[in-house]
Antibody
Framework: EVQLVESGGDLVQPGGSLRLSCAVS????????MSWVRQAPGKGLEWVAT????????YYVNSVKGRFTISRANTKDSLYLHMDNLRAEDTAVYFC?????????????????WGQGTQVTVAS | IQMTQSPSSLSASVGDRVTITCRAN??????LHWYQQKPGKAPKLLIF???SLQSGVPSRFSASGTGTEFSLTISSLQPDDVATYFC??????????FGQGTKVEIK
């Protein structure tokens, strides 16, 4: 069974930093593209960042470029999101998601599996 | 690429046929997917590539479309279908974008 479990969400002051983690199981982590998607209170879904299995391709939404860093530890079956210079508008539930792309040469299309999310609140 | 869903919310009776529309502001072929999110839960993939049903999803869900116009249909609305539905495009490289969501309730 595919499982993704996020952790690390917290209340942080504007300008602060936070690192989110996502521990996965039930599939070969080293084969799959992974992403973070967030959802502000009462709002829709916003894709945040994506990383290829071998780290050779990384993408960010414009609003977090230069502040957030997505990374992965393939030996630990874990995905991370390091967030610096946090703003009030970063307040959201952050979901870890596994893409449908798990083979050589494929490019991800869907967010096939999701974690339960972790709450990040940026406020003074 | 901007995705626009309509309506933003709807209320229908059990057994009704319900249709949600998603429009892209540029051509996205069939790189369009649908998700269901129940209150307090993570989204769940329902439909991929515009019309393909994800494994385990009830057959009352169907979808169609290509280019810029897409739709998701629930043929006979059930109480378990109360949720917010999102479309998502994956045309070309990121940014991938979602529609704003359609909240479905039982009348």
């Amino acid at each position: 069974e595919v499982q993704l479990v996020e952790s690390g969400g917290d209340l942080v002051q504007p300008g602060g930093s936070l690192r989110l983690s996502c521990a996965v199981s039930g599939f070969t982590f080293t084969s799959y593209w992974m992403s973070w998607v967030r959802q502000a209170p009462g709002k829709g879904l916003e894709w945040v960042a994506t990383i290829k299995p071998d780290d050779s391709e990384i993408y960010y939404v414009n609003s977090v470029k230069g502040r957030f860093t997505i990374s992965r530890a393939n030996t630990k079956d874990s995905l991370y999101l390091h967030m610096d210079n946090l703003r009030a508008e970063d307040t959201a539930v952050y979901f870890c998601a596994r893409h449908d792309c798990g083979g050589i040469g494929c490019f991800p299309q869907t967010f096939e599996y999701w974690g339960q999310g972790t709450q990040v609140t940026v406020a003074s | 690429i901007q995705m626009t869903q309509s309506p933003s919310s709807l209320s229908a009776s059990v057994g009704d046929r319900v249709t949600i529309t998603c429009r892209a502001n540029q051509f996205i072929d069939t790189f369009l997917h649908w998700y269901q999110q129940k209150p307090g839960k993570a989204p769940k993939l329902l439909i991929f590539a515009a019309s393909s049903l994800q494994s385990g999803v009830p057959s009352r869900f169907s979808a169609s479309g290509t280019g810029t116009e897409f739709s998701l249909t629930i043929s006979s609305l059930q109480p378990d279908d109360v949720a917010t539905y999102f479309c998502q495009q994956s045309f070309s490289t990121p940014p991938w974008t979602f529609g704003q969501g359609t909240k479905v309730e039982i009348k």
